[in-house]
């Protein structure tokens, strides 16, 4: 049975303009995070969505070719439930991770970027790669942790005038 992200990963082929059998389509890409978005929030899995931009002041020969070598080096590194797609079509390379398990402070996983990252640098040429912006976005974002108030025994309030703690009568 396919699943209804390989559905959408084939509907977007036809729309990517450098062609790659890896890449989705940008609407197909941003209707897929919208879908992991949600599901994030419900389950609290965790989501990190990778964008990958060539420097706008690149000539578009130059952009055309590292975006291409970009993708194809995705499409060998990246794991089979990872997408990669057109966040901006022919600008901006998005991936998603999904299910991944944040760091305790929630970053991203080190080994994750290191693999990616260092994939690029020995596909890329230095050149390239200097022009390249990787940033990365965790979902679900960090929720302020829920402090309990202190509870006192019955026999026990707080002054409201004096913060001080009082015995009841």
Same mark, same amino acid.
Not at 7 to 22: C, K, Q, V
Not at 30 to 47: G, N, V, Y
């Given at each position: 049975?396919?699943s209804a992200f390989a559905t959408?990963?084939?509907? $977007? /082929?036809?729309?990517?303009? %450098?062609? &790659? *059998?890896? +890449?989705?389509?940008?609407?197909?890409? &941003?209707?897929? %995070?919208?879908?992991? !978005?949600?599901?994030?929030?419900?389950? *609290?899995?965790? !989501? !990190?969505?990778?964008?990958?931009?060539?420097?706008?002041?690149?000539?578009?020969?130059?952009? /055309?070719?590292?975006?291409?070598?970009?993708?194809?080096?995705?499409?060998?590194? !990246?794991?089979?439930?990872?997408?990669? $797609?057109?966040?901006? @079509?022919? @600008? %901006?390379?998005?991936?998603?991770?999904?299910?991944?398990?944040?760091?305790?402070? $929630? =970053?991203?996983?080190?080994?994750?970027?290191?693999?990616?990252?260092?994939?690029?640098?020995? /596909?890329?040429?230095? @050149?390239?790669?200097?022009?390249?912006?990787?940033?990365?976005?965790?979902?679900?974002?960090?929720?302020? %942790? #829920?402090?309990?108030?202190? =509870?006192?025994?019955? #026999?026990? *309030?707080?002054?409201?005038?004096? $913060?001080?703690?009082? +015995?009841?009568?």
């Amino acid at each position: 049975m396919r699943s209804a992200f390989a559905t959408l990963r084939d509907s $977007g /082929r036809a729309m990517a303009e %450098i062609p &790659h *059998r890896h +890449t989705v389509g940008e609407e197909a890409f &941003h209707r897929m %995070i919208s879908i992991e !978005l949600r599901r994030t929030e419900r389950s *609290r899995k965790s !989501l !990190l969505l990778m964008l990958l931009e060539i420097d706008e002041h690149t000539n578009s020969t130059t952009q /055309r070719l590292t975006l291409e070598h970009i993708l194809k080096t995705l499409a060998a590194t !990246l794991r089979e439930t990872d997408v990669s $797609g057109w966040y901006k @079509q022919d @600008q %901006i390379v998005g991936v998603m991770f999904t299910e991944i398990v944040l760091e305790e402070d $929630g =970053s991203v996983p080190n080994t994750l970027m290191t693999r990616v990252n260092e994939a690029l640098k020995n /596909r890329l040429t230095p @050149q390239q790669f200097r022009q390249l912006a990787i940033s990365s976005h965790s979902f679900p974002e960090a929720q302020p %942790i #829920a402090v309990p108030e202190k =509870s006192y025994p019955a #026999a026990f *309030r707080i002054s409201p005038a004096s $913060g001080a703690a009082e +015995t009841a009568v």
